[in-house]
């Protein structure tokens, strides 16, 4: 219960005057006016990123450079910003704000769980008996459009429903469990090794067109979580085992409304990241990088430096898939050591004896919402685009229309508004770690200086992100299959 | 080669491994009250005054005072670079896009 709590302590016993807290609101007010400042700046540029990327409009065409260097020059603004709030009872409030409502009942609760199962046993159905064109099924559809553009989206605007929904855990519930012990020095790694695994197969494979493949990868993937849920008992499996848990949990924790043990609590979005508890070991942590490498590495391959690279190494002689699995393992371990180099930057530059792994594990939840940022710029667009024809597939699952409608052209701002949220993103992730930092080190300047390594990182992963959403999408070489948008 | 220390605990209240990392051949400042391990006097003060500030002695809490008006003089100082900062990225960009409008 450190640093929490009583958020007159700091004021009451240092007696700060009227005149600090006049000029705290100023400071406040100055930074609010230069992050709208800098916004007015950044927004027309990612209008002109998108006007380049759809060979559009006219206008000034901002160069990719500069607009990079925009979006990365905006997060170090932030960070400066940020270094300006250096009130402890102020940061707390912020963080503390919020209010608690009774969580639903029994029977909305298995309301929910049934229309999870029904959804599930449809789309299975529906995979494996449907049309075999992608674009007219309704379970190739409903999981790439519904489920990971929409309901994902859910998890960190609005909040984690999957314990509840999770068809999976529903049946594993009904069923006897075998208990048998969890080999505890596994920790959470095999939801690390789990994410990776399902994020690698859905790059290499068509299970974004197949209607059969998906329904097959389903069944399999459902038949390990219900077995392992069964074996170990579902609060141990949800816990360390299953990504797709796990990362809705971490998606949660950005999101206003969370599932307390008393009810529902509602807190201003991403202030929940600021606390600990989501991220207990080195293998917690790790999932929360590779939660973010996954959306890097999935971007990454539909560009032309990835052709480039791809078609130069396949060309001196080297297999396309341990070309691909190469460098996604690389990637990783590369994500890793900048993760590390950022973490033990922050330890040296605070002067604490707070070791590597516990300043990993408070600030790496601070990237979710980073993540959750590239996540919209990711599917807003394909969510909007296909609506039509998830509604037009979705009344007829069997007999679906011969061309599903779909948005003709999706208006521009909407790449604008992608872009605004990669932006409040990292806005958000940077003031996280400013509290975190200020609950951690008992001197401000230290509290500031930590973060030194930390935005570095930020800003150089907010450079490279956009490059990967602003470039023109071209198709992995040497996958074959075409993809669904 | 590193030792322990009492305060390593979560905000759940479980124990963990590795809150602290003290390498043996340095020698830490702790804290009287929780033996949290600090690497300054200063830090120690503002750690005392920020966490036991009832429990603490009146000589502590008058240090607590001193090293946070000190800090205040340290972070006026950061605050002047970080607007100076801002300034020169604001100006830097505007510079550059009214450059490429012309
Ligand atoms: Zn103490």
Not at chain 1, 46 to 57: I, Q
Not at chain 2, 33 to 61: A, F, K, N, V, W
Not at chain 2, 80 to 85: D, E, M, N, T, W
Request: proline share 6%; charged share 15%.
């Amino acid at each position: 219960m450190r640093l929490k709590g009583d958020p007159a302590k700091d004021r009451s016993s240092i007696s700060e005057s009227g005149g600090h807290i006049l000029r705290r609101s100023a400071a406040v007010a100055v930074a609010v006016a230069i992050v709208a400042a800098i916004l007015a700046f950044a927004a027309p540029a990612a209008g002109h990123a998108a006007g380049l990327r759809d060979a559009g409009p006219s206008g000034v065409e901002v160069p990719t450079w500069l607009f990079l260097t925009t979006g990365g020059g905006a997060v170090g603004a932030s960070f400066l910003l940020a270094s300006f709030v250096t009130d402890r009872a102020f940061i707390r409030s912020i963080h503390a704000w919020g209010t608690e409502v009774p969580a639903p009942g029994r029977l909305a609760r298995w309301a929910v769980r049934t229309i999870g199962v029904g959804l599930l046993a449809v789309t299975i159905y529906v995979g494996f008996v449907g049309p075999t064109t992608g674009y007219r099924n309704f379970a190739i559809l409903f999981v790439w459009v519904v489920w990971w553009g929409g309901y994902v989206a859910s998890t960190y605007l609005i909040g984690n429903t999957w314990p509840t929904l999770n068809p999976f855990r529903t049946v594993a519930e009904l069923l006897p469990t075998l208990d048998v012990n969890y080999p505890e020095r596994l920790g959470s790694w095999p939801s690390v090794v789990g994410l990776l695994a399902i994020i690698w197969i859905e790059v290499v494979s068509p299970l974004a067109d197949d209607p059969r493949a998906l329904a097959t990868a389903i069944a399999v993937y459902g038949a390990i979580t219900v077995g392992g849920a069964v074996t170990f008992g579902t609060s141990v499996w949800f816990r360390n085992a299953d990504p797709i848990s796990r990362a809705f949990a971490c998606f949660g924790r950005v999101a206003p409304i969370e599932r307390t043990d008393s009810g529902i609590s509602i807190r201003l979005p991403g202030t929940a990241l600021s606390e600990g508890g989501l991220v207990e070991s080195r293998a917690d942590a790790a999932f929360v990088i590779a939660l973010l490498y996954v959306t890097t590495f999935d971007g990454f391959v539909a560009t032309w430096l990835w052709r480039d690279l791809a078609t130069w190494l396949v060309g001196a002689g080297l297999p396309p898939l341990f070309v691909y699995f190469s460098v996604y393992l690389l990637g990783y371990g590369a994500f890793l050591t900048v993760f590390q180099w950022a973490i033990g930057r922050a330890r040296s530059d605070a002067d604490t004896f707070r070791s590597r792994a516990a300043l990993l594990r408070r600030f790496a939840p601070s990237f979710l919402a980073i993540a959750a940022g590239y996540h919209i710029a990711h599917n807003l667009v394909v969510l909007i685009g296909l609506a039509p024809s998830v509604i037009a597939v979705g009344a007829a699952p069997l007999s679906p229309p011969q061309q599903p409608p779909v948005l003709a052209s999706v208006p521009g701002w909407l790449t604008g508004v992608e872009l605004a949220f990669v932006l409040v993103g990292h806005f958000l992730a940077v003031w996280v770690a400013h509290a975190i930092a200020y609950e951690l080190f008992p001197a401000r300047m230290d509290a500031i200086r930590s973060q030194y390594g930390i935005t570095l990182v930020m800003v150089a992963y907010t450079v490279i992100s956009l490059w990967i959403v602003t470039t023109p999408i071209v198709e992995p070489p040497f996958l074959a299959g075409e993809s669904l948008s | 080669m590193t030792r322990q220390t009492a305060e390593n605990r979560s905000e759940a209240g479980e124990v963990e491994e590795s809150a602290f990392d003290v390498p043996a051949d340095s020698e830490p400042i702790v804290c009287p009250y929780c033996s949290m391990p600090l690497s300054t006097e200063r830090q120690r003060s503002l750690h005392i005054g920020l966490d036991h500030y009832h429990e603490s002695t009146d000589r502590e809490q008058e240090a607590f005072r001193e090293a946070y008006a000190e800090e205040e003089k340290e972070l006026s100082r950061f605050r002047i670079v970080a607007l100076g900062g801002l300034v020169a990225l604001y100006f830097g960009f505007l510079l550059v896009y009214a450059l490429l409008a012309v």
